[in-house]
């Protein structure tokens, strides 16, 4: 039988445990005996408390670990972004996944595959929420900030929370085909391969939080003239710069060019129309500045990987 191991801590995040065990338990009715998964938790010894209260207790404890899974997932918890994690965990994390065929993290589980030294040199996803945290403290990480889940070699990241069924289907789909991980998803009542990725689901653009800032203004100046005009040049002449002047302080106060700022802008002004209004999407597309529908597929196609028409059928607000 396939071993699959998944740690877990006190103020670990429920459905980061719950929602992969649900997706191997489901397989287990759709394969034969001897490649039905056998999933262990490995915690602390004592009852523990998961972050919504749940109350929780492992099947075996850190110390105990010893012996090779042929999968080891690091459950996500809200304190990992901020607090390092036990040491028990570390050298629990770091000798399960020296011995494991496969190992990775759901959620913010991937801050402690960093901590324990696991991540250099690997492209790796978490919670859109946290990625840039992930990717400051763990430089030699290459972080996604928009994939669902990613598989570099034998580690697997996920994005957050719900993306642990995701990353779940996806080895299922791995180890026993489509049609098993499909007859999977339709038990649960979700999308076999979810479309798109984490950016749909992000806040839009900000605006800075100093309003009397050159980027303020510039952020009013585009979000005011979204249909307009909008090259570096207008956007320079705007606050009283030269363009190469322009450019280069942009790039260092909103850590994205001119260009890429202005396009996000005009997808996230959309993705608002699209959830709260009837508009046509021809109707949309000329308030936003993309100018055509077509044009603004093209934009959402490339930034969030769904159509407006599909954004809107998961988004729109009744």
């Known amino acids: ?10 103020k670990v995040q429920a459905l980061d445990v719950s929602g992969p065990m ?3 338990d489901e397989a287990n009715a759709f394969v034969s005996a ?5 999933v262990t938790l490995i915690g602390p010894r004592e009852f523990f408390r998961a972050s919504n209260g749940m109350p929780m207790a492992a099947h075996e404890r850190y110390e105990d670990a010893i012996r090779k899974f042929d999968l080891v997932l690091v459950a996500g918890g809200p304190s990992l972004p901020s607090e390092a994690p036990d040491a ?3 050298s629990c994390v770091r000798q399960l996944a020296a011995l494991a065929t496969r190992y990775g993290s759901v959620c913010t589980g991937a801050f402690i595959l960093g901590h324990a030294g ?3 040199g690997k492209s790796v996803t978490t919670h859109w929420q946290n990625a840039d945290a992930l990717a400051q403290q763990f430089p030699l990480a290459e972080v996604d900030r928009d994939r669902i889940y990613i598989r570099d070699g034998a580690l697997l990241t996920s994005a957050g929370v719900t993306a642990g069924i995701d ?12 049609a098993v991980a499909l007859a999977v998803a339709k038990r649960l009542v979700v999308v076999a391969q979810r479309q798109g990725g984490q950016s749909q689901f992000s806040p839009y653009i900000a605006a800075p939080s100093d309003d009397g800032s050159p980027l303020a203004v510039i952020y009013r100046f585009v979000m005011s003239n979204l249909n307009g005009k909008l090259s570096v040049c207008d956007l320079a002449e705007h606050a009283g710069m030269s363009r190469r002047n322009f450019a280069r302080f942009f790039l260092q106060e ?7 700022f202005v396009e996000q802008a005009r997808v996230d002004a959309a993705r608002n129309l699209l959830e709260g209004s ?3 999407l021809k109707e949309i597309a000329f308030q936003c500045g993309f100018g055509t529908p077509h044009r603004m597929r093209q934009v959402f196609a490339k930034r969030l990987g769904v159509t407006p028409g599909q954004y809107r059928a998961s988004f729109r607000r009744p």
């Open 34 to 38: 001897e490649h039905r998964y056998e």
């Open 278 to 280: 009837p508009l046509a």
């Open 1 to 10: 039988m396939p071993s699959v191991a998944i740690l877990v801590f006190p």
């Open 88 to 90: 028990n965990v570390l």
């Open 22 to 24: 649900d997706v191997f």
């Open 167 to 178: 990353l779940a289907l996806a080895i299922v789909n791995e180890d026993h085909g489509s």
């Open 254 to 260: 909103a850590k994205t060019t001119p260009g890429e």
């Open 118 to 120: 696991l991540l250099d």
